[in-house]
């Protein structure tokens, strides 16, 4: 199926009440729900759900076997990797009816989620933060920070280009590939140009 400003696969199913972006592309057997809303330039992959009210901001990548439930907030440029996990309720139950308890999770801009990682929801992760795969993440990412585990712990630095940062004894770091200057500040990042 396609219309004049985004493409699915014949397969996928497109609920009504949903936005699509321009040029955004939506693959085999993947269901967009009511009321959510995925940005321009988007790659949905195969056996994506994308849950209602869940809003993906420009250029998001959504790898295959994705489930992104109700709550969760990805900003433009998320990478989300093959079969990451959301979640959304704290305690679940399945005699228990929690759907007024789903907690929002941020996903900020430029941030990506390495394979089978989990996010356990409430926990925001910051800008252009990197989540190796199959880490477990039980708390807020810090904004470049890269973290890898179970339960997930910050290594390191990362820049926008996802090199690893070195700081040096003053605070400050390059980016190789960039050539972008980092400062690290009370633990905390920030781009200098």
């Known amino acids: 199926m396609s219309n004049n400003t985004y493409f699915a696969h014949e397969t996928a199913v497109i609920d009504d009440d949903c936005v699509i972006g321009t ?10 729900m009511p009321t959510a809303v995925i940005g321009k330039n988007c790659n949905i992959g195969q056996n994506v759900v994308v849950s209602p009210k869940v809003i993906l ?6 790898q295959n076997n994705v489930s992104i439930y109700s709550g969760v907030i990805c900003e433009d440029d998320v990478f989300l990797g093959p079969s990451m996990v959301f979640t959304n309720v704290i305690n679940p139950r ?13 996903v900020k801009k430029g941030a990506s989620i390495g ?7 409430g926990n925001d992760i910051g800008e252009y933060a990197f989540v190796g795969a199959g880490a477990v993440v039980t708390k807020q990412v810090l904004p470049y920070a890269l973290v ?26 390059t980016c190789i590939e960039s050539n972008d200057k980092y400062q690290l500040k ?7 140009s």
Request: with cysteine; aromatic share 10%; glycine share 8%.
């Open 94 to 106: 399945s005699a228990i009816i929690r759907k007024d308890e789903y907690k929002k999770t941020l």
């Open 23 to 32: 040029g955004t592309k939506i693959w085999h057997f993947s269901h967009i």
């Open 186 to 192: 009370n633990n905390k990042v920030v781009k200098i």
């Open 148 to 173: 890898v585990g179970n339960p997930s712990k910050q290594i390191g630095w990362i820049s926008e280009y996802g090199h690893r940062l070195h700081f040096n004894d003053k605070g400050f770091a």
């Open 57 to 62: 901001g420009n250029n998001v990548k959504v």
């Open 115 to 121: 394979a089978n990682a989990t996010i356990v929801c």
